[in-house]
């Protein structure tokens, strides 16, 4: 992840690195061709946090998703090596190859096994800049290209709170909308359920995985504390079906 604050914005803003894990020749071979269009997919790109909170958060993908059986021999060998060191969301079987660390030691033990299998595909790894940019050095490769998050433009001011966000950019196709963050809070904080079975419940919207479940855990309880502490509140259209605390007026 790019540590890049746009002017005028306070943040820490998402990147990613696609790494050889070959030789400079094989990546030329076999990466896969831009979008039509010349544009690049980005859906891991855009996760927002702090230094802090996103030190368990780290997203490792490859392409391709299909092709004759030499490419498939490649893709399941770099989702076994991927698996072997216990990504969070390995307990699903995936439309995509996507990995979601929430330790920094074991997505770098990952992808150094990679760099030596030289599986002869690119893989894009995201989190913080300059951390990930040190682990693949130690994992023996370099950068082949970087792409950043500047964050948000237009009219910032229809944006739900930067608590809620580090829960929903965690899907890339934004199907963890920020509704369903203040329904879940509310149902924490009304003792309906916790953190864990919500976040759970979550993780079932993404339909690439790659929301990472047990940040939100964190996160969630966050901003159930924020509600408590009324350092946080709820949208206009939400806030009437919190039921009412034990002790309080009706």
């Known amino acids: 992840m790019l540590l890049l604050k746009k002017p005028g914005v306070n943040g820490i803003f998402r990147a ?13 071979t076999y990466s896969r061709p831009q979008a039509e269009g ?19 958060d780290w997203v490792v993908l490859s392409l391709p998703y299909s092709g004759p059986p030499e490419v498939m021999a490649k893709v399941a060998r770099f989702k076994e090596i991927c698996a072997r060191h216990k990504p969070v969301n390995a307990d699903r079987e995936k439309a995509w ?6 330790d920094k030691e074991r997505m770098e033990a990952a992808l150094k096994e990679l760099v030596e299998a030289e599986i002869g595909y690119p893989v894009v790894v995201s989190g913080l800049f300059d951390e990930v940019a040190e682990c693949c050095r130690r994992a023996g490769t370099r950068p082949h290209t970087v792409n950043h998050s500047l ?12 608590e809620v966000l580090e ?14 963050v203040w329904h879940f809070a509310q ?29 939100a ?34």
């Not at 190859?97 to 929430?102: A, E, K, N, R, S």
């Not at 919500?198 to 790659?210: K, Q, V």
């Not at 855990?217 to 605390?245: C, F, M, W, Y």
């Open 16 to 28: 990613k690195y696609i790494c050889p894990c070959s030789s400079a020749t094989r990546v030329r």
């Open 38 to 56: 010349n544009e690049s997919v980005t859906h891991s790109n855009h996760r927002q946090g702090t230094r802090e909170n996103l030190q368990d």
């Open 97 to 102: 190859h996507i990995f979601v660390f929430d």
């Open 151 to 162: 964050g948000f433009w237009g009219r910032q001011e229809k944006l739900p709170p930067q």
């Open 167 to 180: 829960i929903t950019s965690m899907c890339g196709h934004a199907l963890v909308a920020p509704s369903l």
């Open 187 to 215: 149902k924490v904080q009304s003792g309906e359920t916790d953190a864990k079975a919500a976040c759970g419940e979550m993780r079932r919207m993404c339909l690439c995985d790659i929301f990472n479940h047990i940040r």
């Open 217 to 250: 855990e964190g996160l969630l309880e966050g901003i159930v504390g924020g509600l408590k502490e009324g350092r946080l509140s709820l949208p206009g259209d939400l806030s009437n079906q919190l039921p009412a605390t034990e002790g309080a007026e009706p």
